[in-house]
């Protein structure tokens, strides 16, 4: 793929971020796949695609709930002559906003490092939580946990309400908590309809003339866990709509989760890739090969 000929901005572990002028920012999700904080060798054909789509159908759904930064994801929009095929599909036209300098972390049940923090405190995110809770379990409501926002290779850091204040400001925060449990609700809800839970996820939101705005990517299979509601059962953790075949692989070598990072075979790469196209297909009831750029 081409490197579009607009200013380079960023890079991240999957977006390359470019200025499209007039205010407006050129996303561009490539198929780079990261696990561990560990950007990987192979790259997920099509997972760039899968998150675009996944990100602009929630867009759409949740217009009327929060305003948005998308404007187009058309190839006939970019502020380019001649624009490279394989972009289609996978490259998000926005506005561009303030970002806020937090991850809006929403969790919906007792997994990940929140179920690792509880084992060993009996707190999530600082808070105590009752006694007696399995892993997978069905929290209560959702509870907002945000964190700053690492590099490259660096894990983000869990920040206390009191520390999110200090960042953004009472007001800000609250809006940003409120917006952000808000979203995962309705998200959640439709995705229960039509068997997916989702676990956990998190929001990027900025400012756009004093409006808090949704960002980024949207309840994808990156920013969030997707189980099959089938598979869930407290005590156990179900098979995610994300990279699980990808980090099972990981998970049975004798790898230190540092670069440099191993191989994947095919079979993984194939198996990886499945699971991101059935999880945009059970959660929008589109198929992925209706959306541009794919074979």
């Known amino acids: 793929m081409a490197e579009p000929p607009l200013p380079h901005l960023s890079s991240g572990k999957v977006r390359d971020i470019y200025d499209a002028g007039e205010g407006r920012l050129l996303l561009v999700a490539s198929d780079r796949m990261s696990a561990f904080d560990v950007i990987l060798d192979e790259p997920i054909p ?21 305003g948005g930064h998308m404007i187009s994801t058309d190839l006939a929009d970019l502020p380019l002559d001649d624009p ?3 972009l289609a599909g996978r490259v998000m036209l926005c506005r561009r906003a303030e970002m806020l300098p937090i991850e809006c972390i929403v969790r919906g049940y007792l997994t990940g490092s929140a179920w690792k923090e509880y084992r060993t405190s009996g707190t999530m995110h600082g808070a105590a939580l009752p006694e007696g809770l399995l892993e997978s379990a069905q929290l209560p409501e959702p509870v907002f946990t945000p964190s700053t926002k690492g590099e490259i290779g660096e894990h983000d850091v869990n920040l206390s309400w009191a520390e999110t204040v200090d960042l953004v400001g009472i007001e800000l925060a609250e809006r940003a908590r409120d917006a952000s449990i808000r ?113």
């Open 46 to 66: 099509d997972k760039g695609r899968v998150l675009t789509a996944m990100s602009a159908f929630w867009f759409e759904q949740f217009a009327d709930v929060i």
């Open 183 to 295: 979203i995962y609700q309705e998200g959640a809800a439709w995705a229960a309809e039509r068997g997916i839970l989702i676990a956990d996820t998190k929001f990027e939101l900025g400012l756009i003339d004093g409006e808090l705005i949704l960002a980024d990517e949207v309840l994808t299979s990156d920013s969030s866990r997707f189980w099959p509601a089938e598979d869930w059962a407290p005590g156990s953790t179900p098979p995610s709509f994300d990279k699980q075949p990808l980090r099972d692989f990981l998970n049975g070598l004798d790898w230190d989760k540092t670069p440099p990072p191993p191989s994947l075979g095919p079979d993984v790469v194939a198996a990886t890739r499945a699971r991101y196209v059935e999880g945009y297909e059970r959660i929008t009831g589109r198929r992925f090969s209706d959306w541009p750029g794919v074979a």
């Open 84 to 86: 490279d095929p394989d």
